[in-house]
């Protein structure tokens, strides 16, 4: 694992905050970006070459449920992280349930407190997790959180994603979110509303952008320029 983040000190309490199932986009299409990885992933075949993980070192006291609850539902609000993609005869599509229940994924927690080395153990086991992590086109979640206690006062929040589904600042942007449900539910304190806007909208975006004359005037100029 490259990278991990400190946040110290978090306590108290929690409360589940409940998401639900509203509706449904189907067989919409990639973006730019998002079919330069499909094809990569394809054209490579190897597991885990587009897949992006990090761990938070927390250390202090936590309140375990309730960032298990917080990560929940911060994920929840994330309508990429749950797409499934297909391809039919060279079609790639993209789809998924929106919003979704926060109670359809686990969050599994790791004590290690008892082994010699547990942090090396933990790495192992993230390690492992990043070994087998699913292809975009196997129809499997594509998304991961496992907490590792690895002292009385220490934990290891490890996340995984699909770089098909997050980029580099909305990772960052989902890890910070989900901080904050964590410090509203122990504070009990209103959640701020969410930040994410629907991923449907960048689609669409950049569909008319592809039928524009600013996308004609874009590739005039870059074949003139290649």
């Known amino acids: 694992m490259s990278d991990h983040s400190h946040y110290a000190h978090f306590s108290a309490l929690s409360r589940q905050t409940d998401v639900s199932c509203t509706s449904t986009y189907k067989n919409m299409a990639l973006n730019g970006t998002q079919m330069g990885i499909w094809f990569g992933e394809q054209t490579a075949g190897s597991t885990g070459l587009y897949t992006v993980a990090h761990y938070v070192e927390i250390n202090g006291q936590l309140d375990v449920t309730a ?13 990429t992280i749950h797409a499934q993609f297909s391809d039919a005869d060279g079609q790639v599509n ?45 129809g499997e979640l594509l ?26 600042y909305s990772f960052m942007a989902i890890t910070r979110r989900v901080l904050d449900i964590y410090n509203a539910l122990i504070s009990k304190q209103v959640i701020p509303a969410t930040p994410f806007e629907p991923f449907d909208e960048t689609i669409t975006e950049y569909q008319h952008y592809l039928n524009s004359d600013a996308c004609q005037k874009d590739k005039a100029f870059w074949q003139h320029y290649i």
């Open 94 to 138: 993209q789809s998924w349930v929106w919003p979704v229940q926060n109670d359809t994924f686990d969050v599994p927690v790791h004590d290690l407190t008892e082994h010699r080395d547990p942090v090396r153990i933990a790495h192992l086991m993230m390690e492992d997790d990043l070994a087998h992590a699913p292809l975009a086109d196997q």
């Open 143 to 168: 998304f991961s959180h496992q907490l590792f206690q690895t002292s009385h006062t220490q934990w290891l929040w490890y996340q995984r994603f699909h770089h098909l589904c997050v980029d580099g």
């Open 67 to 79: 960032l298990q609850a917080a990560i929940r539902q911060g994920l929840a609000e994330v309508d």
